[in-house]
């Protein structure tokens, strides 16, 4: 199978979720990522260079908001209902803050490579009149 105008291999249409997995958002295949959050130069199967991979602060505000929201919604609750002494909250919230921060980063950065990709985002430019 070749590409538009028969200049190389044409690639089944991936969905964004590729991205959650941290697979290539063209391929599906080849890893996205070469350690826990960086970005692969190229893709090891299909030759996809990543470099307009650009995820910026993306996921972490993503994850700012959905972990703040859980955590605090969880602590008032608790706060309220069972009035612990404050080292309760430390031991019960630090140690999930870090977990939901952590594993939400990698799968959620993924995402916004593989939307960049799906929906050919770029730069904004100003083209010539």
Do not use: N
Not at 28 to 36: I, N, T
Not at 71 to 88: D, K, Y
């Amino acid at each position: 199978m070749t590409g538009p105008g028969g200049d190389g291999p044409s690639w089944p249409p991936q969905r964004s979720t590729v991205g959650l997995r941290g697979r290539c958002p063209r391929c599906g295949e080849g890893r996205l990522f070469d350690g826990f959050l960086s970005v692969a130069p190229a893709c090891k199967v299909c030759g996809l260079d990543f470099a307009f991979a650009d995820s910026g602060d993306g996921p972490a505000v993503f994850i700012m908001m959905i972990v703040g929201f859980v955590v605090v919604g969880l602590a008032l609750f608790v706060e309220f209902r069972f009035g612990p002494p404050f080292w309760v909250h430390a031991l019960l919230w630090v140690p999930l803050i870090l977990a939901l921060g952590l594993g939400l980063l990698r799968p959620l950065k993924g995402w916004i490579i593989a939307q960049q990709y799906v929906q050919r985002a770029s730069e904004a430019r100003i083209d010539d009149l």
